[in-house]
């Protein structure tokens, strides 16, 4: 079945850069997420980007997708104290349809 | 505009009893869905609905029952609450073929 794996944590010092990695096993997916969720809140969808696309940068955020081995990045620049939340990385293979979600990622920024 | 609304957002149930979680989204979107949320497990979908009057199942459906009689609102009903419903419970909806669905702020239910 569909499956989505991420370590679940990472710590990183104040203005050094981040990198979440995230696999799936679904070769039929076709967009793939990265959402955020800071305690106690819901989710926030940070970026996505569609299985035809190699990378995309939005601001501090740079997603890599290497389809070759279903395997997904998110690299935040110069990561500051408020980046501190779940990571989670989703796919689905419909836009707007049911999403498989990874454990999350803690990040945990120190200063 | 207030999007996707949950209600409660906190709960306390005996085992053995039945409530119902409530999600309400005011951006017209056809597709709506419940995931619950439970530590080292990251979220699972439990129900989703594509459009008013269909529903279906997800990952983890037994223990819950779901109804779309209206695009708003999609009930999420808990039958006989047991200890391992304890969790919490995120609604979202979003608009068929866009990318981006939108989460309410969650329900954290505790059944003791």
């Known amino acids: 079945g569909e499956d989505v794996e991420q370590s679940l944590f990472l710590s990183v010092r104040e203005g050094d850069s981040s990198v979440i990695n995230c696999t799936y096993t679904?070769?039929?997916?076709?967009?793939l997420y990265w959402y955020k969720q800071e305690p106690g809140a819901g989710l926030q969808l940070l970026t996505y980007?569609?299985?035809?696309?190699d990378m995309k940068q939005d601001q501090r955020l740079t997603v890599l997708l290497n389809k070759k081995d279903k395997h997904l990045s998110l690299r935040i620049a110069d990561t500051q104290t408020g980046d501190s939340a779940i990571y989670f990385c989703?796919?689905?293979?419909?836009?707007?349809?049911?999403?498989?979600f990874g454990k999350g990622t803690t990040l945990s920024v120190s200063s | 505009n207030a999007g996707v609304t949950q209600t409660p957002k906190f709960q306390v149930l005996k085992t053995g009893q039945s409530m119902t979680l409530q999600c309400a989204q005011d951006m017209n979107h056809e597709y709506m869905s419940w995931y619950r949320q439970d530590p080292g497990m990251g979220l699972r979908l439990i129900h989703y609905s594509v459009g008013a009057g269909i529903t279906d199942q997800g990952e983890v459906p037994n223990g819950y029952n779901v109804s779309r009689s209206t695009t708003e609102d999609f009930p999420l009903r808990l039958l006989s609450a047991a200890p391992s419903q304890t969790s919490v419970y995120f609604c979202?909806?979003?608009?068929?073929?866009?990318?981006?669905?939108?989460f309410g702020q969650g329900t954290r239910l505790t059944v003791v």
């Open positions: 679904d070769s039929s997916s076709t967009y």
């Open positions: 979202a909806s979003s608009p068929q073929g866009n990318t981006e669905a939108f």
């Open positions: 989703a796919e689905t293979q419909e836009a707007g349809t049911a999403l498989i």
């Open positions: 980007i569609f299985s035809n696309m």
